[in-house]
């Protein structure tokens, strides 16, 4: 069925530090992917996403790249930031059917 | 403009109870959907509305769980006969559903259900 993996957290990284969060899926179709971030005592919101094989989805200095041969989309940042602390999760929306399936999530401390 | 909106933010309740779960959609939004949050089994699908058709209910976990959605905009999320299981939070997603574009869900602060 369908799933997807992330790595698991906590991540905790020095401010500045390059970050890079893995994610690979399974679907039947042809998915949208997505990261959605939540900050702390906030609800879930859209970070970047991508359509088709080899799109790159960027938004705040996040950027993934949908590889379809991979089935993969990791998260990567340049130099991350304290304020970049939040849970993020990978997810996708299969051809067909508009719910999202998740995965489950990883922290991400960023220590100054 | 106004983003999802649920209510209530927090509810507690003792097990055994019937509860319900507000959400306010985007305005203009034809689709909307349940999920919930919880530590053991993570974010997980429970309803989908789309329009006047008919729910895609394969996420309610059981029979105790319904959903409706009144005018194609506010929904209620009614759990009966409450467990503790059911502890969780209890996010509501809406988004534009249009042909050839991507849906993308925007998702409300979630009602944080507690079953004494």
């Known amino acids: 069925g369908n799933s997807v993996t992330q790595m698991e957290g906590p991540v905790t990284l020095s401010e500045e530090a390059f970050l890079t969060i893995n994610c690979t899926y399974t679907?039947?179709?042809?998915?949208?992917l997505f990261w959605y971030v939540q900050y702390p005592g906030e609800g879930l919101q859209l970070l970047l996403k991508?359509?088709?094989?080899?799109d790159k989805g960027s938004n705040k200095g996040f950027e993934a790249t949908y590889r379809k041969e991979t089935t993969s989309f990791h998260l990567e940042k340049g130099s991350v930031q304290v304020s970049d602390s939040a849970v993020y999760f990978c997810?996708?929306?299969?051809?067909?059917?508009?719910?999202?399936?998740f995965g489950s999530g990883t922290r991400l401390q960023v220590q100054p | 403009g106004a983003g999802v909106s649920q209510s209530p933010s927090n509810k507690v309740t003792e097990k055994g109870k019937d509860v319900e779960l507000r959400c306010d959609p985007i305005?203009?939004?034809?689709?909307l959907y349940w999920y919930r949050q919880s530590l053991g089994q993570g974010l997980e699908f429970l309803i989908y509305?789309?329009?006047?058709?008919?729910?895609?209910k394969s996420g309610l976990p059981s029979d105790r769980f319904s959903a409706e959605r009144t005018g194609g905009s506010v929904s209620t999320l009614t759990i009966q006969r409450t467990q503790q299981e059911d502890s969780a939070v209890y996010l509501c997603?809406?988004?534009?559903?249009?042909?050839?574009?991507?849906?993308?869900?925007?998702f409300g602060p979630g009602t944080r259900l507690t079953v004494l």
């Open positions: 991508a359509t088709k094989a080899d």
């Open positions: 997603a809406s988004s534009t559903r249009s042909l050839g574009s991507t849906d993308t869900q925007y």
């Open positions: 679907a039947t179709g042809y998915p949208s």
């Open positions: 997810a996708f929306s299969d051809t067909g059917r508009r719910a999202l399936t």
């Open positions: 509305f789309q329009g006047n058709s008919a729910p895609d």
């Open positions: 305005s203009g939004h034809t689709a």
